[in-house]
């Protein structure tokens, strides 16, 4: 009889995390122009947290992101950061 083993010698993980950033004063829509502005930093963000932006939609008042990140990123600090 072979002997088995239990342990995993590699492991792929995805961590994605979704985020919802709304205006503060509701008094204003995004217009183009800081709609690509705040995709440039979201981007740069995620970048330097080692995460990818993957989604990001924009509503009148609000912005949608999708976020891939690493295992070893807290969210807590990622959400924080962004």
Do not use: W
Not at 22 to 47: M, N, P, Q, T, W
Not at 71 to 78: E, F, M, T, W, Y
């Amino acid at each position: 009889m072979e002997a088995t083993s239990n342990r995993a010698d590699t492991a792929l993980l995805s961590c994605i995390c979704i985020g919802v950033f709304v205006e503060k004063y509701h008094r204003c829509e995004f217009d183009i122009r800081a709609i690509d502005v705040l995709r440039g930093i979201f981007a740069d963000v995620c970048s330097d947290a080692h995460a990818m932006l993957m989604e990001m939609d924009v509503e009148d008042d609000h912005v949608h992101l999708l976020v891939e990140y690493p295992p070893k990123v807290l969210v807590a600090s990622l959400v924080n950061s962004l």
